[in-house]
């Protein structure tokens, strides 16, 4: 199942992952390390993804929100900075926004 094709459920209702998911939003960027989707979804030690917040909870579907997958490397090749700001509508020009 290629990984491009769908996101990834992540279930919230555990600590930590409640705390640190409690205060996200459809659009966010978002780090998920020890991870590999080049081809799938896959545990892999070393590596890392960043995705978007494409949809929220739901209780119909069994779990929390999901995430689309940007990019994946090993952990090295990226720079992690925690932003509050970091959500893709900052970068693409909205209805009626000019962006700079």
Do not use: C
């Not at 409640?18 to 896959?42: I, N, P, S």
């Not at 959500?87 to 700079?100: K, T």
Request: charged share 20%; aromatic share 8%.
């Amino acid at each position: 199942m290629p990984a491009a094709m769908f996101n990834m459920d992540m279930n919230t209702s555990a600590p930590p992952i409640a705390e640190l998911a409690a205060h996200l939003r459809f659009g966010d960027l978002v780090a998920v390390l020890d991870q590999d989707h080049r081809t799938a979804r896959t545990y892999r030690k070393g590596w890392a993804m960043v995705g978007v917040v494409s949809h929220g909870h739901t209780v119909g579907g069994g779990h929390g929100f999901g995430l689309m997958t940007l990019l994946t490397a090993p952990t090295d090749r990226f720079r992690f900075e925690v932003d509050a700001e970091a959500n893709v509508s900052r970068a693409l020009p909205l209805a009626g926004e000019e962006r700079i």
